[in-house]
């Protein structure tokens, strides 16, 4: 691994060119750096993802509170949640949060597949469309 | 009948339980929705597994963020974990509550005794030339740099963990970070870091089939989760402060206690 301290403080890789005034240019400080790049992409969309679905979350329960109802205790198909939530029914809010919520993992995954494809490396490319892909099989098995 | 507060306040107590004693919230909650509220117990599940994605998508983003997780190994590990939670999900929503109950309390056991827990990293944290990576320990500063021993047999304890996951809507981090740590060599941040990250996209394939099949009540997991997520942003301030062994203790018994109501609701079909 790189034993430059420059490689081991981990700042803003740019910030780290202009101090030292040399890129970081042996082939395992690329790798240092792309890997920071994935762990980027996972990071940011693990809180997005959250924020979005829990404010889902809140709107919906607020929504019931303020009409005085009772939330539901059973989800709406998968088809009806968007126009549930166009006529600003809560159920439509509740499970549009649920499923944000359930989606972001599986959206990590994605995002990684274009992260490993950025970086070219192919075996964590097939690695990791595998993981996507047994997720799928179990959104299509897993119907009731 | 409960309050969405009540439900709520349920949540926030797993949330801080976990966060405090390094678990999911899940092997908390569901004797608690199931034992304090009587709902039934494939309810219990797709609350908590909702729960679990929750905590894992949250702490997750902090672990990736500090460079903990061993990104890498978490996906391939991913392979076996989704398919054990494919299986483990299929299985949940088709056999008899009671046996679900009865799996439930033997896990449970098997978490009382797991809990006395190993802290330290195991001596074989080294380079192998496997998947080697490092992180800078955030107490001393320092690089560790470490590579996988044993893969083929974290692969079949991951498929495991999916399963029982899949099975329970718990995080199955119980069975993986041992083996991480002890088997595997990882150092222990890096086994708990991974293994949490891992939980994710492992209870959301579960958590699929759960939703299409009505096991998911918004009116509990909703009030639930966001329990779970405050929770355990106060129970990880206050863990630290709070590591005694007598916590530890309190709560073995406290999860033998949920066995023993487990087994008992297993083998007198009582709901």
Redesign the interface.
């Known amino acids: 691994?790189a034993e430059s301290p420059q490689d081991?403080?981990?700042v803003n890789p740019n910030l780290n060119d202009l101090v030292s005034g040399i890129s970081e240019t042996t082939q395992q400080a690329q790798v240092l750096r792309e890997?920071?790049d994935?762990?980027g992409v996972?990071?940011q969309m693990?809180?997005i993802?959250?924020g979005i679905?829990?404010s889902l979350?809140?709107f919906?329960?607020a929504l019931d509170l303020f009409f005085h109802r009772?939330?539901?205790?059973?989800?709406p198909n998968?088809g009806d949640v968007f126009s549930r939530m166009l006529e600003l029914r809560p159920?439509g809010f509740?499970?549009a949060?649920?499923?944000v919520?359930?989606?972001?993992?599986?959206l990590?995954?994605v995002g990684?597949i274009f992260a490993f494809l950025y970086e070219r490396d192919y075996l964590?490319v097939g690695?990791?469309m595998?993981?996507l892909i047994?997720?799928i099989?179990?959104?299509i098995?897993?119907?009731? | 009948m409960l309050t969405?507060f009540e439900i709520f306040l349920i949540g926030v107590g797993a949330g801080m339980l976990g966060a405090m004693l390094g678990i999911g919230g899940g092997v908390i909650l569901i004797p608690l929705l199931t034992g304090l509220i009587g709902l039934p117990i494939k309810t219990a599940i797709g609350a908590s597994i909702?729960s679990v994605?929750?905590t894992?998508?949250?702490a997750?983003?902090v672990y990736?963020?500090r460079?903990l997780?061993h990104?890498?190994l978490s996906?391939?590990l991913?392979?076996a974990t989704?398919?054990g939670?494919?299986a483990g999900?299929?299985t949940a929503?088709l056999i008899n509550p009671n046996l679900l109950a009865g799996i439930f309390g033997i896990v449970l056991v098997y978490v009382a005794l797991s809990l006395r827990g190993i802290k330290k990293d195991s001596d074989r944290v080294e380079e192998t030339g496997f998947l080697?990576?490092?992180y800078?320990d955030p107490l001393t500063g320092e690089?560790v740099?470490y590579g996988v021993h044993h893969f083929p047999l974290g692969m079949a304890a991951s498929f495991v963990a999916g399963n029982i996951s899949g099975l329970l809507g718990i995080g199955g981090g119980v069975i993986k970070v041992p083996i991480m740590s002890l088997v595997m060599g990882l150092p222990m941040r890096a086994a708990i870091a991974t293994s949490n990250f891992m939980i994710?996209?492992t209870?959301?394939?579960?958590?699929?089939?759960?939703?299409?099949?009505?096991y998911?009540?918004?009116?509990?997991?909703?009030?639930t989760?966001?329990g779970v997520?405050l929770g355990a942003q106060i129970g990880s301030r206050l863990g630290s402060r709070v590591q005694s062994h007598r916590l530890k203790q309190i709560f073995q018994i406290l999860l033998l206690v949920f066995a023993a109501q487990m087994l008992f609701r297993a083998l007198t079909g009582a709901t």
């Open positions: 691994m081991q403080i981990h890997q920071r994935v762990n996972v990071h693990l809180i993802g959250l679905s829990t979350m809140v919906g329960l009772v939330p539901p205790t059973v989800v998968l159920s509740l499970a949060g649920l499923l919520l359930i989606i972001t993992p599986v990590r995954v990684s964590y690695i990791t595998l993981v047994i997720v099989v179990s959104m098995l897993g119907k009731g | 969405l909702v994605i929750a894992s998508s949250a997750g983003a990736v963020g460079g997780t990104t890498r996906m391939t991913e392979i989704t398919l939670a494919l999900g299929i929503v080697d990576t490092s800078i690089p740099k994710g996209i209870a959301a394939t579960s958590a699929i089939i759960y939703y299409q099949h009505g998911i009540d918004p009116s509990i997991a909703i009030p989760a966001l997520l």
